[in-house]
Structures are given as C-alpha cells and as structure tokens.
C-alpha cells in the first residue's frame, strides 16, 4: 500500500510547483558559485584545485538552500490537501493516515534526492565546460565530496520530518515556511554553539563545513534518532485523530 | 430484512455539545434511503462517522452486519461516496483523479471509462479539472462515488450545483442503481422534492434525534390530503358540516380544515359551501407530500420566527 500511496502522491505533484524547483533550487546555487567563481577569474581553483568550489556549493546548499527546500516542498505535498479538501478524499478511501503520512514524508525525501542529484550533475556538468574554457584545478572528482552530499541528506531527516509534521498539521503555509526561513536563519548562531545539537537545523551544516569525522556522524545519529522519534510521535498522534475538514 | 447499515444508539459531542444523540438507523439492503434534516440537525456528522472520519465513543455502526471500529478501512473498498463539496485536484484530469481511488480500491482501469460515461464527463477525460465549472465538478466528484459500481453509495446533496437536467438524471441513475446493481444508496439532501421522487426509505434527524424512520410508500399512505377553506364564518361553516356528517377542524375563526378529502371530492366541496350561502375568500388542497410531513415534524425555523 505504502508504494502505491507513494506512486499517487507523486502523481499530485503533476503540473505544481514541486517538480520545477526540485531543478531551480539547486541550480541557483550554484549559479551564485559560478558568479562567484567568475568574479575571482578562477585563481582559487587554480590556487586550491576543484574541491574548493564543490565544498562552497555544498556548504551554500546545506545551510541555506537545502532546509528553506526542504520547507517548501513539505508545504507543496501537504498544501494539496489542505487547498482541496484532500484529506476527507484520501481519509473516505480505504487507506489509513499513519500510511499516507509516511507516503509523503518519503516523497519529500524522494523530492530532496533529486534535488541533490540535479545539485551533484550540474556541478561536474559547469566544472566539465569551465575546463573547455581554460579554468583549470586539481580533484575534479572528489570522492570525499560526494560523500558529503549523502552525509547531508541523512542529516536533514530530521528536519523534513519537523517540516513535515508541521504542514500536515497546519492548513496556513505560513506556518511551515514561516519556521523554515526563521530556523534556517538560525544555522549559522547554533553551528558555533556548544548546543547545536539541540537544533536540527545545523546538522545539514555540520556534514558540509568540515567538521571533523565525530561531529559528522553524531549529526547523522541525532537526525535518524530525531526521525525515528517523531515519526513514531506522530503516527500515534495520527491513529487517535479525526478528520474534521 | 437484511440491512446495508445499522447504527445503534451512536451519540456524538463535539466540546460538550451534542450533535447525536443515541440515533438508530436501518437501511435495508437495495434501498434508496432519504436522510433528512435542517442545517445542523447532525446529518453530516453522522455520514462522517459511517465514513470513519469521525471517531464514535458510544454506539454501533454495522455495515452488512459487520460491526465497525474507529480504525476499520477494509470496509470503504465496498462504498462509494460523495461528502459535502467536491474533493478535487484541481491540477489533475479526471482521467488521473479517479486513478487514485481505481489504484487504492484495487479496480480495473476500464472503471474510469464507465464511470466518466455514467455522469456524462467521457469528453472531458484528459483536461485538467480547474477550468471545469461547479456543475462539472460535481459530475467528476459522483463519477469517483461510482467507481466500480459499490455495493453501498453514501452521498451527500449529490445534486448540487447541477443544472435541472442534470438533476434529473442523477435522480434516475439513483433510483435505477439498486435494480441494476444491487447497490443500497444513502442519500442526504435538503431537496425534498428530490427525496420524494428517487427514496424508497425515508429517515428524518431532527436536532441529532431520529425523528421518523419509514418506507415512503407507508408514510405517504398513512398521510392525508386535507382542504383549507378560508371564510369569514369559519365556525358557522363547521356547524354546517356536522350537520352533514362531515368532520372538520377550526383551525382559527376564518380558516376550517377537512381532512381526509381525496382530490376528486374537492369540486364538489366547494359547490356545496357556496350553494349553502357561505363567502369563500379561498379554497386550498393540501397533497400529501413529504415536505409537508418534514415541516410538521421538525418545523420550520423561518415560520416559526414570522410574526402572526
């Protein structure tokens, strides 16, 4: 059932906004990296090689980017419902709630996959013409780097799910987005902080700025634990709930 | 009689306000059950709870008399419904939007096409549903309720925003669905006319109290058609008629009530007023109907407020 509900919440997605910023976000990241790049005429890659402009690009998805997707895709897949009476659509058919919200909270996770995917291809695609064009460095391919990009989509589990939980609760999209950029905004206060780890919003940062290898994996641990936590919260919550739209 | 729904003393409050209380309801099996109601008398929250969006804490609800619990799904497979305004995404052609209930309920994908053919909406297949009008909106939200031909169909006031043709067939593919598939329709609707021509059974909820339960042929054959006359000598008049052994009611000092007059009796009723030498301001047949049964049982809150 859980794939089915998977195949038709994806289908909703059909014509919205979801599928066009799965490309647009990560492109303007790195968009901005590539103007960046091209300001300095590329002397940091020739100085520093390629790994520098990968980090910058990760660092600029996992901190930024990424959490403030992350608000607005949960929004996408939940505001279908809230706009359109959904929820006594899906609720008249013989599916239970508890399915149908980890049918979306895989989706988004689907939706952030990809986006990290279209982030991964577009930056070898810009490094691969910036060498036609005679920008040159070092560690075109950095496998350390791309092990990054995964590190950062475990940690934000934590996140899409608090995201999650918080669209499917409340019919204003102001509220999940309202959260989103407030708390993204409060990335860079915790990362310093010795109490980061109570805000799940600096483990994307904390897979992505170099932190070394102990804080990586605890980010990842708190956000599957965190995950784990919520998730089971909130299919209690929703066996007990009664569809009142 | 085997009953499609039985609902046993199922109460509801929502923050210590009762909107059910301790209703009883049996639908037969192939029957096109009525379900009437004023705003707010409860006929929406108790559709809610046979579709399990709400949660029951006292009562029972069976369905094919299988008793139904708070967490219970299997059970939708077999209903179809259509509850309040349409539920659609708007984004998606109808094509795409029955899919979901084809692809959850385990149907054909042959299903849509018969579906989409019944309420008319086959030209319609692959357009995407927010430039439909109301009207249209409605057809597609009935075409999911009919998916699959269920063995119980649940709708609330089907017919809205349905042009009079419309009206009319809906109202003949409701009352010919039970023939042709051995489908029990629960109908709610504000329509009472509508109820009148498509019900075979009629149950009235006044204030989340079950009022009245019936078949329509019965109710309709214990109520009489009775004339008004309107004369400035009411009272006088009744004398007249006791003396001619018929009975009649004072309703107040201008107005006398006949009961029990079939329609063929009126002419003659009137003629025998006149020739006794009484002024007849108006003469007025009431037809049983169920609207008038409806007002006496649970009133009107419009009339009720009117001045005399």
Redesign the interface.
Known sequence: MLIKLIHIELLKTKRSLALLMMFLSPLMVLLVNLLLLLNNKGVMIGEKGWSIFWLQNYAMWGYFMMPLYIALITALLNGIEHRTNGWRFMMTLPIKQKDLFLAKLILAWLYLIGASAVLFVSIVTSIVCLEVFGINGADMFSFEMSQKLIYTTIACLAILTIQHIISWRWKNIVVPLGLGVVATMSIMQFSHSKYWHFNPWTYTLMTTNGAAPTGQTLAMVYSLSMTLVLTLTALYWLGKREVRC | MQLAIEVSNLSKQFDNKVVLDKVNINVPKGAVYGFLGNNGAGKSTLI?ML?????SKSGEIKFNSQLINN?E?????N?G?L???P??????TPK?YL???C???GLAKTAVDEALEIVNMSAHLNV?MDTFSLGMKQRIALANALLGKPKLLILDEPTNGLDPAGMKEIRHLLKSLPEQTGSTVFLSSHLLDEIQKTASHVGILHQGQMKLESSLTDLMSQQSSSLDLITPSAEKLKQYFLHNNISSQLISPKHLRINEVKPTQCSDLNKQVIHAGFDLIESRFNQASLENLFLQLVGSPALEAKPC
Do not use: A, M, N
């Open positions: 809610r579709l399990g969006l709400l949660h967490t799904i299997v059970y939708k497979s209903i419904c509850v309040d305004s539920c659609l995404y708007l984004q998606l795409e899919w979901i209930t692809k959850i309920k995407p």
